[in-house]
């Protein structure tokens, strides 16, 4: 089986958190669902039969004052479709760009105790996901890379 990611490495995380923190940041998110969630035996939502997308908006609608509160609001979203260069087997379910005015308020929703009880709804539904962090363009050029 291929490796999954979930949540931060420790050493992404100290790379992420050595970058300017007072500027405004872009994390463009990319999941991939579980069929099942799987929340562990001691959550409300065990045995409930959810699945990885019920879960997933369950941490969405959860959390989603803290992330307000935070400043923070979803930029962009898309469907994923087909990969048209890359791996096929890095197929996703759900895309989307949340803006941050800051890392540091990112970094402040991560470590927010309602946010750590609520997250576990991410957990119990996501497969795989990848996590980038962006700095946002200001001024866009007129070609591709500019």
């Known amino acids: 089986m291929a490796e999954s990611y979930i949540d931060p490495g420790r050493e992404a995380w100290d790379i992420f958190k050595g970058l300017p923190r007072d500027q405004p940041i872009h994390m463009l998110n990319l999941v991939r669902l579980k ?3 799987e929340y562990p035996p001691d959550h409300p939502d065990h045995g409930k039969d959810l699945t990885g997308l019920d ?3 369950a941490y969405g609608r959860t959390t989603a004052h803290i ?3 935070l400043g923070g609001r979803q930029v962009w979203a898309g469907k994923p479709q087909v990969m048209v260069t ?3 087997s890095e197929a996703w379910d759900i895309a989307f760009i949340a803006e941050y005015p800051s890392a540091d308020a990112f970094i402040a929703m ?3 105790p309602e946010y750590r009880e609520f997250v576990k709804h991410r957990t119990a539904g996501v497969a795989d996901s990848r996590l980038l962090r962006l700095d946002p363009v200001r001024e866009l050029g007129e070609g591709f890379g500019e």
Request: proline content about 13%.
């Open 67 to 69: 992330f307000s509160r």
């Open 86 to 88: 890359g791996p096929g």
């Open 55 to 57: 879960a997933y908006r």
């Open 35 to 37: 069929p099942k969630a």
């Open 110 to 112: 991560v470590r927010d």
